[in-house]
T-cell receptor
Framework: QKEVEQNSGPLSVPEGAIASLNCTYS??????FFWYRQYSGKSPELIMS????GDKEDGRFTAQLNKASQYVSLLIRDSQPSDSATYLC????????????FGSGTRLSIRP | NAGVTQTPKFQVLKTGQSMTLQCAQD?????MYWYRQDPGMGLRLIYY???????DKGEVPNGYNVSRLNKREFSLRLESAAPSQTSVYFC?????????????????FGSGTRLTVV
C-alpha cells in the first residue's frame, strides 16, 4: 500500500462546476497536509495546507481533512480552464524520516 | 526574488558520465531537499539537508551524493550515470528547520532539471 494514494485521473470537469480531488494516507501519525498544483512541464506550487480536522477555505479552494478516516480532499469551486493541471497531495508525519511524502497526483482537466 | 534556482534545465548524459546539479535559494531557508519525479511514481526524496553542513538520505539515495556548500546552495552529484537515473530532478527548500519541525510550512520548488541518460 502506498503511503499517500490518489486517483491518477484524468478527472474531467465542466467549466464553472466544482472539482473534487481526493487523497488517502496510511500513517495515522500524519500531522500536516498539503496540496500542490503542477502544470505540465513545470514545478509543483503549494496552494493549500491544512493541519486540523474540518475545512479550510482560500478563495475558490477548500481543503477538507478527516484524520479518523485518513482522508484529505481539495474542492475547487467555479472551475476555470486555468485550473487544468496535476494536483499533488502531500503528507507529513512528525515521526517521518522521509519528510513530506507526495502522492503521484491527479490530473484535472476543465472542459469549456 | 528568484526563489529556488536550479541549473542546468536540461542535460543529456552518456552512461557512466558524471555531473553535478546545482541548486541555490535566496529566501534564507534552513532546509533543502532533492527530489526526483518519474511518471506514475510521484516525487521521491533523494537527499535532504536540515541545515548547513548536514545531509541525510531520503527514500532513493543510491547512485547520488550531495553537498550543502553553505546555507544557500545544495548540490546533487551523479558519479556514474545510469539510464535508471533518467528523470526530472527538483530541488526544494523550506523555512522549517528539520530538527525543530512544526509542520507550518510546505516546500518551495525550483524549476527542475530534465535529465536523460543514454
Amino acid at each position: 500500500q502506498k503511503e499517500v494514494e490518489q486517483n491518477s485521473g484524468p478527472l474531467s470537469v465542466p467549466e464553472g462546476a466544482i472539482a473534487s480531488l481526493n487523497c488517502t494516507y496510511s500513517d495515522r501519525g500524519s500531522q500536516s497536509f498539503f496540496w500542490y498544483r503542477q502544470y505540465s512541464g513545470k514545478s509543483p506550487e503549494l496552494i493549500m495546507s491544512i493541519y486540523s480536522n474540518g475545512d479550510k477555505e482560500d478563495g475558490r479552494f477548500t481543503a477538507q481533512l478527516n484524520k479518523a478516516s485518513q482522508y484529505v480532499s481539495l474542492l475547487i469551486r467555479d472551475s476555470q480552464p486555468s485550473d487544468s493541471a496535476t494536483y499533488l497531495c502531500a503528507v507529513r508525519a512528525l515521526s517521518s524520516a522521509s519528510k513530506i511524502i507526495f502522492g503521484s497526483g491527479t490530473r484535472l482537466s476543465i472542459r469549456p | 526574488n528568484a526563489g529556488v534556482t536550479q541549473t542546468p534545465k536540461f542535460q543529456v548524459l552518456k552512461t557512466g558520465q558524471s555531473m553535478t546539479l546545482q541548486c541555490a535559494q535566496d529566501m534564507n531557508h534552513n532546509s533543502m531537499y532533492w527530489y526526483r519525479q518519474d511518471p506514475g511514481m510521484g516525487l521521491r526524496l533523494i537527499y535532504y539537508s536540515a541545515s548547513e553542513g548536514t545531509t541525510d538520505k531520503g527514500e532513493v539515495p543510491n547512485g547520488y551524493n550531495v553537498s550543502r556548500l553553505n546555507k544557500r546552495e545544495f548540490s546533487l552529484r551523479l558519479e556514474s550515470a545510469a539510464p535508471s537515473q533518467t528523470s526530472v530532478y527538483f530541488c526544494a527548500s523550506s523555512e522549517e528547520e528539520e530538527d525543530s519541525w512544526t509542520g507550518l510550512y510546505g516546500y518551495t520548488f525550483g524549476s527542475g532539471t530534465r535529465l536523460t541518460v543514454v
